[in-house]
């Protein structure tokens, strides 16, 4: 039977605490872009730069002593390693799986819990597909390419309690977003998925339903997560099901997917996309048609003034306003910088 207990690596639960720790600290949105950077890097070398530019953008005030201490123990702990790092020299260094695509996600889960399937069925990749366990022995990169939207996948080697592969820590603690696969047609798959959980809190990475530092301790991350339920087609799976539902304990969303299946996979696609907080947005010249075939893939809530930035920086200094055409709507909206875009518009920069 599933373990009611809450991970080691969760918070402490009360909101009340929580919602005042924050506005204690009332950080800035220049300190929690950093924040995102950070939680991003791949090396101890980009760690200690995202330390230090953490440093010099957090409010220096009372509320923010206890957070100014955590990142200077850990601008410590990071320039330590990347000095032992730098006495064995570059070939004891892991070299880490370069970012593609608007978003990178991560496929992990037990000993055959359909990891490489599911990844094979989302990118098309030809990844080792075995029915034995741990086929995967190396982290594996493919694209999903859908509906304009380019988006890493990485299956890894399996997760279980007796088995741990080191270099999962950083790259989940990188990921945009995981996906927790469990068996559905296996007794055990519930408790196998929840033995993954627990080995990452161990490591103060919290399987969450968002993705950021933990507010009580930046020791520990959240890392937004969807879990997965593989072979749900399974003819015991109705009755499988209510050992899931234990799963209520844990906040991040699920959803069932056939690998073999294409309708459930398509499905699949659309929640990741939906759960990464994705959207396109075209743009085009004054006085010419729109090309719908590139859009930019910006997160969702963007503004006019990040489109700016991605077409050209240079750009971004002389945009004042934009025409933006949504949808059916035969007029455009005539709008400022900060106008927030949503997904398949089409700007015009002026």
Partial sequence: MISRNRPRGSQSGDPYLEKCDLMAANLTPQYYRAEEQYRRAQTVAER???????????????????????????????KEQLRRENMKGAASRSMPIPRQGAARVVVMGAPNSGKSQLVSAC????????????????????????????????????????????????????ADLVLL?????????????????????????????????????????????????????????PVRKELFSEWNAFPFSSAEVESGDEESVLQLKAKVVKELGLI???????????????????????TV???????HADLANRVKTAKIRRGHEKTPLNVGLDFELCDLDIVELH
């Fill in 48 to 78: 200690v730069a995202c330390l230090e530019e953490l440093l010099r953008v957090i409010p220096k005030h009372k509320g923010t002593d206890r957070l100014q201490g955590d990142l200077r123990f850990r601008l410590k702990e990071a």
């Fill in 123 to 174: 990118t098309g990749a030809s990844l080792s597909v075995a029915p034995y366990p741990f086929s995967t022995r190396h982290p594996t990169a493919a694209l999903m390419d859908w509906n304009h939207f380019r988006i890493q996948f990485i299956d890894t080697p399996p997760v279980s309690l007796s088995h741990w592969e080191p270099s999962l820590t950083d790259l989940v603690r990188s």
């Fill in 181 to 237: 696969c469990a068996d559905g047609s296996q007794d055990d798959g519930a408790q196998a998925a929840f033995d993954v959980i627990e080995q990452f809190a161990e490591r103060k990475i919290q399987l969450s339903h968002r993705s950021g530092f933990d507010e009580q301790r930046f020791a520990v991350v959240h890392v937004k997560s969807v879990l997965v339920v593989t072979r749900s087609w399974n003819s015991d799976w």
């Fill in 280 to 302: 396109r947005v075209f743009t085009k010249k004054p006085g010419e048609p729109a090309e719908l075939i590139d859009p930019y893939i910006l997160k969702s809530g963007a």
């Fill in 305 to 311: 003034a990040e489109i700016s930035e991605k077409v």
